[in-house]
């Protein structure tokens, strides 16, 4: 089966169908009205899958997948441009220009934590350029998948794009295909089977991958709101988000307030009874619920520490002072779970941070600009904040994406279209004019031709 899609959309690419502005803008506009109808199915969905509260469904997953095709829809046209450059006084008479293609097939797959959006906002920007795509949703966020499915099908064509659901296997045996382009989102780990596929037909990939990411609150912020900011970007999505802010490294003097306010945050958000909270979700697969599980033990646990495991569901948990080589600091949590590191000279905060390599996100809380500036500068990741978490990720101007370990390449906005686009370079030449000077015999001296320095 998977051959034959795959066989489809190589015909259906050829027809040169996708490479009119009018049809890709036709077909994006179908699935915005499509999104808009089933919003409210796509936000039961995912509380099927995990709990997910309403209000979170629909601010990080339908409105910023709506928000990514409102303006795709709006920019495709200028987007789709060829963008003229000056030309070369070596090639006049001439006009030149780069010229965004697509790239052909399109390989999409996504994990369960942010199931919808992160399945649908790559596709958007993959249509926009021009391919055509198959979308591999995950294997744990069930209902999610089976929605975004129902909503493929009713919009294209499958020879233009197309969901095919399943796991391991699946996933396998459409890396076995040649793609055009690929994009992965999930683990390092997987994120490296998908590469090595790749590279064995030199396609191209964007891989979205995750990372630990530390939070460092220094004697000079904030206190209140840095401890609200962050148990809002910790506890959002129970915590599974690839970018919510992974360990704390607090200066000792700021450790007991920062741990107060971050109590009192987190029973503001969620109630004394956090597990009766409508907002708060739930873990959404039992292995990473057991993983947590197994992490927690023998941690001193601040605040939470409850599992409820007909549920899933694990409680907003403080963690005090884990040691460096323990289960809870050796990768990445992806759930409620918050260890507090204290510091009380800055030379304590490198052998830290530098023990994982380039996060996906990170953070300092300071008054200091200089204290900030010499983190931002020091570390290689791939965004982050200042003073706050996750909201880098709401400006579609910023392309998300990781470095080195947390991933290649970055998306959203105008930067998804670019990534799905390959830029071909042309020069046209005018006719009327032709310098023999390049051609054989050489009549120029090497002399000359050093000062003159390129002739085409
Ligand atoms: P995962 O890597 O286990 O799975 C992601 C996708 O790959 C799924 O569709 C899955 O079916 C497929 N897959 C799994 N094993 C495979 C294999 N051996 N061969 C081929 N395909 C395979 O990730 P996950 O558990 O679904 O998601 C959580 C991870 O994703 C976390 O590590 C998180 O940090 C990361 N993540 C990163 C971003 C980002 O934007 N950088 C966003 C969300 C999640």
Redesign the pocket.
Do not use: H, R
């Given at each position: 089966m998977v051959k034959q899609l795959v066989a489809a959309q190589n015909d259906f690419f050829a027809t040169q169908k996708t490479k009119d502005v009018s049809f890709r803008k036709q077909y994006l506009k179908k699935l915005q009205q499509e999104i808009i109808d089933q919003e409210d199915a796509i936000c039961d969905a995912l509380y099927a899958d995990f709990k997910k509260p309403k209000f979170e469904s629909l601010a990080t997953e339908t409105q910023l997948a709506l928000a990514e095709l409102n303006y795709a829809i709006k920019n495709i046209a200028s987007w789709s441009e060829p963008e003229k450059v000056s030309g070369s006084w070596s090639n006049f008479p001439s006009k030149e220009w780069i010229q965004p293609e697509p790239y052909g097939k399109v390989l999409i797959?996504?994990?369960?934590?942010?199931p919808f959006l992160?399945a649908i906002s790559p596709l958007i920007g993959a249509l926009a350029a021009g391919n055509t795509a198959i979308l591999?949703?995950?294997?744990?966020s069930v209902h999610t998948s089976k929605i975004i499915s129902q909503i493929i099908r009713k919009v294209f064509p499958p020879e233009y794009v197309t969901v095919v659901e399943g796991?391991?296997e699946v996933?396998?045996q459409l890396?076995a295909q040649k793609w055009e382009y690929i994009f992965?989102?999930?683990?390092?780990?997987?994120?490296k089977?998908?590469y090595k596929s790749a590279a064995e037909h030199l396609t191209p990939v964007t891989l979205?991958?995750?990372g630990k990411n530390p939070c460092v609150v220094d004697k000079t912020a904030t206190i209140s709101l840095a401890a609200k900011r962050i148990a809002w970007g910790k506890f959002i999505n129970a915590g599974q988000t690839?970018i919510a802010p992974d360990y704390i490294l607090v200066h000792q003097s700021v450790k007991d307030a920062l741990v107060d306010n971050l109590k009192k945050s987190i029973t503001e958000f969620y109630g004394e009874d956090m597990e009766a909270s409508n907002d708060f979700a739930r873990i959404a697969t039992g292995k990473h619920y057991d993983e947590l599980k197994t992490m927690l033990k023998g941690e001193k646990v601040l605040f939470g520490g409850k599992f409820t495991d007909n549920d899933r569901y694990v409680a907003p948990t403080l963690v005090d002072e884990p040691e460096r080589d323990s289960a809870i600091m050796e990768g990445?949590i992806?759930g409620p779970v918050l260890p507090l590191i204290s510091y009380t000279d800055e030379s304590e905060l490198h052998p830290i941070i530098s023990k994982y390599p380039n996060p996906?996100a990170f953070y300092v809380f300071s008054s200091s600009k200089k204290f900030q500036k010499r983190l931002m500068d020091r570390y290689s990741f791939g965004g982050g904040a200042i003073n706050d978490t996750v909201v880098h990720i709401s400006n579609k101007d910023l392309p998300?994406?990781?470095v080195g370990q947390?991933?290649i390449g970055g998306y959203h906005g105008k930067h998804t279209f670019d990534l799905f686009s390959h830029h071909k370079s042309i020069a046209k030449r005018g006719t009327w004019l032709d310098v023999p000077l390049r051609y054989a015999p050489y009549t120029i001296s090497t002399g000359l031709m050093k000062k003159i320095k390129h002739l085409f």
């Open positions: 797959i996504s994990p369960w934590n942010y992160l591999k949703p995950s294997e744990f796991g391991v996933s396998s890396l992965f989102t999930g683990s390092t780990k997987v994120g089977i998908v979205e991958l995750s690839c990445e992806f996906l998300f994406g990781g947390s991933g």
